[in-house]
Structures are given as structure tokens and as C-alpha cells.
């Protein structure tokens, strides 16, 4: 999975302009908030704008380079939808170690000693709980849990070929 693919993705989840009423973030574009950035004109934000702090700000930060191809959407789109540091803690969390919101060694070792497909559904579905879990879930949650069924669906495309040739008892053990 490569920058490009992953953005992609995002954006079409992200959508354009928007003024913010009962958004936490505020006036938002491209999934950019004016909470987060202050100082940005948003609504007048270019998609390669978006594109640029996206790299910079959420894919770098994230340390997506270091995960495997099949987390690397999946926790861009978290970090976008959610923060950095929350994305990561959901990530240790999924893998087994503790959730300090700091991407490090104990972290890159344990997300590449987990069978990725476990990690991502184990993922995922914490990304699920703590957006239930989020106060301005009675008027977000339909669209939040819809995103992350878009999601779901993303990863069984990204996990197809890791399951090809997969024998049946390998499947299941």
C-alpha cells in the first residue's frame, strides 16, 4: 500500500467543505479542521493542499511506512478521523502491548509478530468501540460506523492476496 492509494481513500471518505455546525473540529475541508489548523484558509483548501499536510502531518506521524500494507489505510484514515495518538493507542491496544499513544520499538515489533489479518479486525473493531464511546456519537455515529464498514471492506481487498494460496488448514489454524 503506497501514499497515494491510501489518500485516495480518505479523501473519498473525507469529502469536501463543510461550516462545521455540530462538528467538534469546526469549519472542515478535506477531512482539514479549522480546530487543527487555525491559521488555514479551509475553506478554500485545494484537494493537493489537503493531500500535502496529509503526508506531512498524519502519514509521516503515524509512522503508516513502518506497519504492513494492509494497517497502513486503515491507520491514516483512523488518524484523520480521530487524531494521531488515538489511532496508535487503538493500534497497541489491538496489539497486545501498552497503549501510550507513542509509535516505538515495542510497538513496531509487536504489530510485526501479529498475523495482520488478526491485527486489522482487532483493530478495527477498537476503532469501532471508541467512536461509540465519543460524546457527539448519537449525531455522527450512522456515518462514522458506515465509513469504518467501507473500511472493513477495504481490508478484505487488501488482505485477498495474502489469503490466496493459503491452504485450507493454513486458513484455519
Not at 23 to 45: A, H, M, Q
Not at 94 to 102: I, L, M, S, T, Y
Amino acid at each position: 500500500m503506497d501514499f497515494t492509494t491510501a489518500i485516495n481513500r480518505v479523501l473519498a471518505n473525507e469529502g469536501g467543505y463543510t461550516d462545521g455546525k455540530g462538528d467538534p473540529g469546526g469549519e472542515t475541508n478535506w477531512g482539514i479542521s479549522k480546530r487543527e489548523y487555525p491559521n488555514l484558509d479551509i475553506k478554500n483548501l485545494t484537494r493537493e493542499q489537503a493531500v500535502a499536510i496529509y503526508q506531512t502531518d498524519f502519514w509521516v506521524k503515524v509512522n503508516a511506512d513502518a506497519m504492513p500494507d494492509v494497517l497502513k489505510f486503515q491507520a491514516l484514515d483512523f488518524a484523520v478521523n480521530s487524531g494521531i495518538g488515538v489511532a496508535v493507542r487503538k493500534l497497541q491496544l489491538a496489539a497486545g502491548v501498552a497503549d501510550d499513544g507513542h509509535w516505538g520499538p515495542v510497538t513496531k515489533a509487536a504489530v510485526a509478530a501479529m498475523p495482520s489479518d488478526q491485527l486489522v479486525i482487532l483493530f478495527l473493531a477498537a476503532r469501532l468501540e471508541y467512536m461509540t464511546l465519543c460524546a457527539n456519537w448519537g449525531s455522527a455515529g450512522k456515518g462514522w460506523a458506515a465509513r469504518i464498514v467501507k473500511d472493513l471492506r477495504y481490508a478484505a481487498q487488501d488482505l485477498k492476496g495474502a489469503w490466496y494460496g493459503r491452504s485450507a488448514a493454513g486458513a484455519s489454524a
